[in-house]
């Protein structure tokens, strides 16, 4: 089979549209929906499926998106390996994964720790949702990825090495000059009135469990596209927001964070892949659990003792 057309039907999959395909491609529309009619040909299965907004794979088309990606990042691997090592330059770069929130501060903490000590690697950063993030250490699109459990959860996958780095308390960002500024740490019950405002449905999920053990219910009624938005929902007034623990140092000055009674937790993990690890992967994961457990609202064995909260994350007692 050729690989151009693997390429071509991993766009179509990631795009969800032929269009989008042909355009990021540079090829025909015509061109692309040949390829993957020809692709369907030779696998003898439907690979993709059209819903309301573009194309979609199918079931079978989910399972060869997978075993192609993973076939396209090597092949890609081995091209750059080649010319490297032509070139007489052959340096492994680290690639790097982590949620939005660890992305802010406690994984470039640990790259820094990371270069300190072993002094020039190439490397680079790549955020994303954990679900995501572990597709592609599976892939071998990245060296290691620091993800947490929050729901859906975390797959048990045995190509891949978990290591637990410890528990984050959520806690939740108001306005400065709202009510429950400087004061913490709250019960749920005192937030039931407010609206909420979210960016991920594993964030969603943890607010829901949480008022549901409180016996209340948590209004979310509005949406962000990501967490810089959520927070802007938050300075401006409109909202307050669950965020992790590990975002306290990193605040912007106009929100302030106060700590909950009883805190939703998510564990957080670093995910490598057993085979050919990179060599620097298990260094950085030292460093990471040194990073987390000196974070602000770090792991359970680390937690701060909440009195008060000030403007920007700041803590104090």
């Known amino acids: 089979m050729d690989l151009t057309v693997w390429r071509t039907f991993v766009t179509v999959c990631r795009l969800g549209s032929l269009s989008a395909a042909a355009a990021a491609l540079h090829h025909t529309q015509s061109a692309v929906s040949r390829q993957i009619a020809g692709l369907e040909r030779q696998l003898g299965v439907p690979l993709m499926e059209r819903h309301a907004r573009g194309m979609r794979p199918t079931p079978a088309g989910e399972v060869f998106r997978r075993h192609a990606l993973a076939t396209l990042n090597e092949a890609d691997r081995a091209i750059r390996a080649v010319r490297e090592?032509?070139?007489?330059?052959?340096d492994r770069p680290?690639?790097?994964?982590?949620t939005p929130s660890?992305?802010?501060?406690v994984v470039p903490e640990a790259i820094r720790d990371l270069l300190r000590d072993t002094g020039s690697l190439r490397w680079s950063l790549l955020p994303g949702l954990s679900a995501a993030l572990h597709d592609r250490v599976i892939a071998g699109d990245l060296d290691i990825a620091v993800v947490t459990d929050a729901p859906p959860g975390l797959p048990e996958e045995p190509r891949l090495e978990r290591r637990f780095l410890g528990l984050d308390d959520m806690v939740v960002v108001v306005p400065v000059g709202h009510p429950q500024a400087g004061h913490g740490p709250v019960r749920m019950q005192t937030l039931a009135d407010q609206t909420w405002a979210e960016d991920n449905d594993g964030s969603a999920a943890l607010l829901h469990q949480h008022a549901a053990?409180?016996?209340?219910?948590a209004?979310?009624?509005?949406?962000?596209?990501?967490?810089?938005?959520?927070?802007?929902?938050?300075?401006?007034?409109h909202a307050i927001a669950l965020i992790p623990g590990v975002l306290m140092g990193t605040l912007r000055p106009d929100v302030t964070a106060v700590a909950l009674v009883d805190p939703p937790t998510r564990g957080v993990y670093t995910i490598t892949p057993r085979r050919d690890p990179h060599p620097a992967a298990a260094s950085l994961s030292d460093r990471l659990a040194t990073?987390?457990?000196?974070?602000?609202?770090?792991?359970?064995?680390n937690r701060p003792t909440w009195t008060d909260a000030a403007p920007g994350g700041t803590l104090s007692g």
């Open 85 to 90: 090592a032509g070139a007489g330059a052959y």
């Open 219 to 237: 209004r979310i009624d509005l949406m962000a596209a990501d967490l810089p938005g959520k927070l802007a929902l938050v300075a401006t007034g």
């Open 94 to 98: 680290l690639a790097v994964g982590a």
């Open 102 to 105: 660890l992305a802010a501060g």
């Open 291 to 301: 990073a987390f457990a000196g974070a602000p609202a770090g792991s359970s064995g």
């Open 213 to 217: 053990r409180a016996g209340v219910s």
